[in-house]
Nanobody, 126 residues
């Protein structure tokens, strides 16, 4: 799956952004999709995931209640709606697709994802 993320930018604390990730290539509908982020000097961390089929969603504790992941099966796009943004949300955000079709394992480990987009930068000012 080829992935193209967009929608990042500069926003004040408390503001909102919506990230998009356009997928092409293999059958998008068969893959669990994830969002990860990497802040300067830190390791890449899990943000959210949405499964194939039933569209179950999973979130990191740090974003639960503020971020919402969704997907449009027709348009092959995954979204990350980010509300009540905080300066600590500043990072490069990556979308990714699970290594295997119909994946139902651990969603928070980057090792379980195979294709990655180029990242989109989110900067939250205080």
């Amino acid at each position: 799956v080829q992935l193209q993320a967009s929608g990042g930018g500069l926003v004040q604390a408390g503001g909102s952004l919506r990230l998009s990730c356009a997928a092409s290539g293999r059958n998008f509908g068969r893959y669990t999709m994830g969002w990860f982020r990497q802040a300067p000097g830190k390791e890449r961390e899990f943000v959210a995931a949405i499964t194939w089929g039933t569209y179950d969603t999973y979130y990191a504790d740090s974003v639960k209640g503020r971020f919402t992941v969704s997907r449009d099966g027709v348009e092959s796009v995954v979204y990350l709606q980010m509300n009540s943004l905080k300066p600590e949300d500043t990072a490069l955000y990556y979308c990714t697709a699970a290594r295997q079709e119909y994946y139902t394992g651990t969603y928070y480990s980057a090792a379980n994802y195979g294709d990655w987009g180029q990242g989109t930068l989110v900067t939250v000012s205080s």
